[in-house]
């Protein structure tokens, strides 16, 4: 087994707190809402599981260097994984908010998802990325962090099945094609991109990854030569597209 490493120097520790300290600056509601308290815990919950990864930062060591109590904690998270979890979504950028503040899409799946693939060898390196890296390694041998990641990826998954069902009903997306097959698929190029920047992977260069993902992404017009086809939301093996974070084939 290969375990990827995701401690961070002190230079990139200090570029965690940077961002984490931008984006608390108008913190999201925490479990019991948003105020202070929560904005130093989830500060400090950032800054040590990026120094000492997830098993190794205890509870007590995150209250300390929020300057709080381990009440404080346990009056708004239920524990480590959900703190964890607190410090992914208030520092990790959610790439489709992005795109729709950015950008005139209207919400058209294929221009999402051209701009998106593209901007995968062009994006600047998060300093949250150590604390995403902990995320997944810690979910594999705990149970609560493993449930709280799929929360949060299957939100995003019914967000993306969403647009890819309304490009279905414009013309613009083949409806022959299985909707959760499209965001299993474009989340895992995603997730790809994360460990090939984890272990300092050299990416591809622009002009040519965009040829790739402009074709790609062509690959998803209408077959021109197929009947008009009722795309069923259904089957036996796929989930619906308001169920696209449930796993396919029984999984």
Not at 140 to 154: G, K
Not at 212 to 238: E, Q
């Amino acid at each position: 087994m290969i375990v990827i490493m995701s401690r961070v120097t002190n230079a990139a520790v200090s570029d965690v707190a940077t961002t984490v300290a931008r984006s608390l600056a108008s913190p999201p509601p925490g479990p019991t809402g948003a105020d202070g308290t929560t904005a130093k815990l989830v500060q400090a919950a950032a800054l040590v599981f990026a120094e000492k990864g997830y098993d190794g930062a205890g509870v007590a060591e995150i209250a300390r260097r929020a300057g709080l109590t381990t009440g404080a904690i346990y009056s708004r998270f239920s524990g480590k994984a959900e703190l964890l979890a607190a410090a992914i979504t208030a520092c990790v950028p959610d790439e489709f908010d992005q795109l729709f503040a950015e950008h005139a899409f209207d919400g058209r799946a294929k221009d999402i998802l051209n701009t998106v693939g593209a901007h995968l060898v062009t994006r600047a390196a998060s300093p949250m990325q150590p604390v995403l890296l902990e995320a997944f390694v810690a979910a594999r041998r705990d149970p609560e962090v493993r449930e709280v990641l799929r929360r949060q990826f299957d939100d995003r998954r019914r967000r993306l099945a969403d647009l890819i069902e309304a490009g279905k009903a414009t013309g613009l997306i083949d409806p022959e094609l299985d909707t959760y097959s499209i965001v299993h698929f474009a989340h895992a190029v995603g997730l790809g991109f994360l460990a090939y920047e984890a272990l300092g992977a050299e990416h591809p260069e622009v002009a040519p990854w965009e040829a790739v993902i402009s074709r790609v992404v062509g690959a998803l017009d209408p077959d021109p030569t197929s009947s008009p086809a009722v795309h069923p939301t259904t089957d036996a093996t796929s989930p619906s597209p308001n169920d696209a974070g449930a796993p396919s084939h029984g999984k």
